[in-house]
C-alpha cells in the first residue's frame, strides 16, 4: 500500500484493545501513539505536560454533567475553567492528529481519532471488546488488582471514555454503527483477532 492510511482504536478497557493497536503497528510497519499523543500535544503547544495528563484524566465531559456542575457549584469559574481545558486540550490534541495522519500512516489508540479524521478515505476505525471475565483477569494482572477492584476500574474507565467519546463525536462509544468493525478479542485470541483485522484493513484499502 502505497498511499498512507491510518487505523484507529476504540476499545474497552481490558479488552487488549492497545496491544492489538501495538502489534498491528508491527504488522504495518507504522507509527504507534497512545500516551505519546500527550507529549507532542505539549511540545505542540508550548504547555506543560502535566496540563494535558490532568485533563486526559478528566471524568466527565457531558453537557449534562456541566450543567449539573453549574448548578451545584459555588464558584461557577472553576467549572468555566475546566471546561475551557478540556476544549482547549481537545483541540490541540485534534491539530495533532490531523498533522501526524497527513504525513505518515498509524495507529491512533482512542482520543476520538475516528471522528476528528472523519473526513479522510483512508482511514480504518475498529473497536475491540471482550468477554467480562477476560477482560477483569487482564487488567487485574496489568494493574496488580483484586477481581473486585479490577471491576470497579473497567466500570469507571469505561464511563470515562464512553462521556469523552459522545460528547465531542456526537457518536454513541462501542455502537456498532460508529465504526468499520467491532471484534471481541476473546473469541479468536490476540493474534488471530490481529490476523483477521489486518485482513479486514487489506481488503477495505484495495
Not at 505539549?42 to 484524566?57: I, N, P, R, T, V
Not at 478528566?58 to 461557577?76: A, P, V
Not at 494493574?143 to 469523552?164: F, G, M, P
Request: neutral net charge; aromatic residues 12%; hydrophobic residues 35%.
Amino acid at each position: 500500500m502505497n498511499e498512507t492510511f491510518v487505523i484507529n482504536i476504540g476499545r474497552q478497557l481490558g479488552s487488549g484493545g492497545r496491544q492489538i493497536g501495538e502489534k498491528l503497528s508491527a504488522e504495518f510497519g507504522i507509527g504507534f501513539y497512545d500516551k505519546e499523543l500527550i507529549q507532542l500535544a505539549s511540545k505542540e503547544s508550548g504547555l506543560g505536560k502535566e496540563f494535558f495528563e490532568k485533563a486526559d484524566e478528566k471524568s466527565s465531559f457531558s453537557f449534562i454533567g456541566g450543567l449539573l456542575g453549574l448548578r451545584t457549584n459555588i464558584n461557577n469559574e472553576v467549572y468555566v475553567n475546566n471546561y475551557l481545558c478540556n476544549e482547549t486540550f481537545f483541540k490541540i490534541q485534534s491539530d495533532v492528529i490531523r498533522e501526524l495522519a497527513g504525513k505518515e500512516s498509524c495507529v491512533f489508540v482512542g482520543r476520538c481519532a475516528d471522528y476528528i479524521l472523519r473526513d479522510n478515505p483512508r482511514c480504518i476505525n475498529v473497536f475491540i471488546t471482550a468477554d467480562t471475565e477476560d477482560r477483569i483477569k487482564r487488567v487485574a494482572q496489568t494493574y496488580q488488582l483484586s477481581l473486585d477492584k479490577a471491576q470497579e476500574l473497567i466500570v469507571k474507565t469505561d464511563k470515562k471514555r464512553a462521556e469523552y467519546y459522545n460528547y465531542y463525536s456526537n457518536k454513541v462509544w462501542g455502537a456498532a454503527g460508529s465504526y468499520h468493525l467491532c471484534i471481541n478479542s476473546s473469541v479468536l485470541g490476540m493474534d488471530q483477532t490481529v490476523a483477521f483485522i489486518t485482513q479486514f484493513i487489506k481488503q477495505r484499502l484495495k
